[in-house]
């Protein structure tokens, strides 16, 4: 099982800016896929953003597409971690937002973190 630290998030207004970060607590080897998926009051989880790699490199950034030109991942294979830029956020952005790793062994998640925009 892969232990996973996030960090950032908070509370800002519309049009502003959060970014969220999320390591590995120890090395990981062979990570597929690292991400966020979040999930608002009522709703159900949906897929923000993952990067995939491939042998070590990145390979593939995707989005979710409330999120699409606005937010963008990036990610350290090498130090096991990833970002994600949340810029020109909105009200409906607001939800916690959970961090998660895929490896061989399967899928771990973080503890989530809360992202509320409100004015």
């Known amino acids: 099982q892969v232990e996973l630290v996030e960090s950032g998030g908070g509370l800002a207004q519309p049009g502003e800016s959060l970014t969220l970060s999320c390591a590995t607590s120890?090395?990981?080897?062979?990570?597929?896929?690292m991400g966020w998926f979040r999930q608002a009051p009522g709703k159900e989880r949906e897929i923000t953003a993952q990067?995939?790699?491939?042998?070590?490199?990145?390979?593939?950034?995707s989005y979710g597409d409330s999120v699409k030109g606005r937010f963008t991942i990036t990610g350290d294979y090498a130090k096991n971690t990833i970002s994600l830029q949340m810029d020109a956020l909105k009200p409906e952005d607001t939800a916690v937002y959970y961090c998660?790793?895929?490896?061989?062994?399967?899928?771990?998640w973080g503890q989530g973190t809360q992202v509320t925009v409100t004015s």
């Open positions: 990067i995939t790699w491939l042998n070590g490199k990145s390979n593939h950034r």
């Open positions: 998660y790793i895929d490896t061989n062994a399967g899928r771990d």
């Open positions: 120890q090395h990981t080897f062979n990570i597929i896929t």
